[in-house]
């Protein structure tokens, strides 16, 4: 007998919804150095590569480039950091750019191109077509010499431009350069066998053109590498032009007045950082502007000194428990160590400098690990942390609310719990202390001299809000007192001895 399917729905009588919290914002990431070189590897258009080992950017850079010497004392470190971002610096005038899509294997096939005699393709530069037909690669063994032929049929055109094959794709690249050289697309020739497709150089096959440009400051180059990403928060430059100690100070402006924190790394081998008596060198001039998102090494020995120090500092994990570090006593691997005498060292810790520094225990450590300002690296990269994490928190708390988060004590109460919990994990990575004795200007309960467990929050009754704010739905002001727990840097022991 046929089943009847006419039948009425059962949810008439039992009706389940389920809702799905939507996903919480993640956490920013606080290990993630952006080393800025001048290498034509990336080019202007592309800005910026990630990586994730030394082998991609050893594969990319090759083994002779200032930032493969700086990414191989990032990595250097134990334990190692794991992300990593190369970005450009345009220190000079750069050319146009039409790179090709990448050839699959099949697409490289020689006998594909030696088939062609009478080849050709159409090519815009600098805002004229330019068209080149009867090219002939019958003669050519690889994709290189394929490439020379195009060259110089394009160089008989009066193109102005140039084609070279680089392993994967082919690239076109205009003489001239500055913001006024262009090459755009390529399309079909004239006449002829059509290569602009097996070039891959057509729209839809080839990247978006990249224009020249003009040469820019380093203060520039970071400014746009900002702006096209938030991911990378160290900073220091590894490239071929020599950056000076002014331009090294515009970059520290721009670093610590941009809304996002970050943290700029200089290495110096300047011989006046060790000389109490002079002021002029780059640790001094920072220090005098008060800069805490600075750090200055002195280095005779290693120009990307600093790389290390940012390796050991990045592979802080703090979700983990006891993770925070000091970067006193930290060693640099690839580094050769500084012997100086005591004056000079205390020239340079006057100063607020760093330095890989050789002890008489035949071990060298670095010392003192502190920003141009005095603070130290640990607490500010501890305390942007902990910033970035009660910011995500209390949003995700409102974004994933079901209904709302009421604008009453016992919605501020929800509030408060989400900055507990945070301020849990900072007691859990070892930023912020058990206990303490807070030593600053009270609020709410809060007095000075008092003893608070690591962390103190306190907000106002919300009956006591100016109706003009509650009119607004804000919340009232969540005030945190917070101990870090320091590090010890220095011991003073006493010995008392009686017969």
């Given amino acids: 007998m046929a089943k009847d399917y006419t039948a009425l729905d059962i949810g008439r009588v039992i009706n389940v919804t389920v809702n799905l919290q939507p996903v919480a914002a993640a956490r920013r990431s606080f290990g993630t150095l952006l080393i800025l070189g001048d290498s034509d590897v990336i080019d202007q258009g592309e800005r910026l590569r990630a990586y994730t080992s030394l082998d991609g ?26 992300n990593l971002m190369v970005g450009r610096w345009v220190s ?7 790179k090709g899509g990448v050839l699959s294997p099949s697409e490289k096939t020689l006998s594909l191109w030696t088939a062609v005699t009478d080849g050709g393709f159409t090519v815009n530069v600098g805002g004229s077509a330019k068209s080149v037909t009867g090219l002939d690669f019958s003669m050519q063994t690889n994709l290189d010499g394929v490439a020379s032929v195009i060259s110089a049929a394009l160089g008989t055109a009066s193109a102005g431009v140039s084609v070279v094959w680089d392993g994967d794709r082919f690239t076109v690249a205009t003489d001239a350069s500055g913001t006024t050289a262009s090459v755009g697309y390529a399309s079909a020739p004239s006449a002829g066998t059509d290569i602009s497709a097996m070039m891959k150089l057509t729209e839809g096959l080839a990247p978006e053109p990249v224009q020249g440009a003009d040469a820019e400051t380093p203060a520039e180059a970071v400014a746009r590498a900002a702006e096209m990403s938030g991911e990378w928060y160290g900073l220091m430059f590894a490239a071929e032009t020599e950056i000076t100690d002014d331009e090294n100070i515009e970059v520290s402006g721009f670093i610590e007045g941009t809304s996002q924190s ?41 120009p990307y000194a600093v790389a290390s120090m940012f390796g050991r500092a990045f592979s802080v994990n703090f979700n983990a428990n006891r993770s925070a570090i000091t970067l006193k006593f930290k060693q640099e691997p690839g580094v050769v160590y500084e012997q100086i005498t005591e004056s000079r060292a205390q020239a ?27 603070a130290f690296f640990d607490e500010v990269h501890g305390t942007d942390w902990l910033q970035n994490a009660l910011q995500i928190e209390l949003w995700n708390a409102l974004y994933q609310s079901k209904t709302k988060i009421p604008q009453t004590n016992a919605g ?3 509030l408060a719990t989400v900055c507990k919990k945070v301020c849990e994990e900072g007691q859990n990575n070892g930023l912020i202390a058990d206990s303490g004795t807070w030593n600053a200007d009270g609020f709410g309960e809060l007095e000075r001299g008092d003893v608070i467990p690591g962390f103190y929050i306190y ?3 919300v009956n006591l809000q100016p109706q003009s704010e509650r009119e607004q739905r804000k919340a009232t002001a969540i005030q945190i007192a917070i101990k870090l727990a320091g590090a010890i840097h220095f011991v003073d022991v006493i010995v008392d001895v009686n017969r």
């Fill in 57 to 82: 950017v050893a594969g990319d850079f090759g083994l002779g480039a200032p930032e493969y010497y700086a990414a191989a004392l990032y990595y250097g470190q134990t334990p190692k950091p794991l």
């Fill in 92 to 98: 000079d005038t750069t050319h146009g750019l039409l």
């Fill in 262 to 302: 970050r943290i700029f790394g200089i290495t110096s081998s300047s011989s006046l950082m060790l000389e109490a008596t002079v002021d002029t060198d780059i640790a001094s001039a920072l220090k005098k502007l008060g800069y805490k998102r600075s750090f200055v090494q002195f280095s005779t020995r290693n």
């Fill in 348 to 374: 340079l810790a006057a100063k607020n400098a760093n330095v890989f520094a050789y002890y008489n225990t035949d071990q060298a450590i670095l010392q003192e690990g502190t920003m141009a300002n005095g």
């Fill in 412 to 414: 501020m109460n929800i």
């Fill in 459 to 461: 907000f106002q009754d």
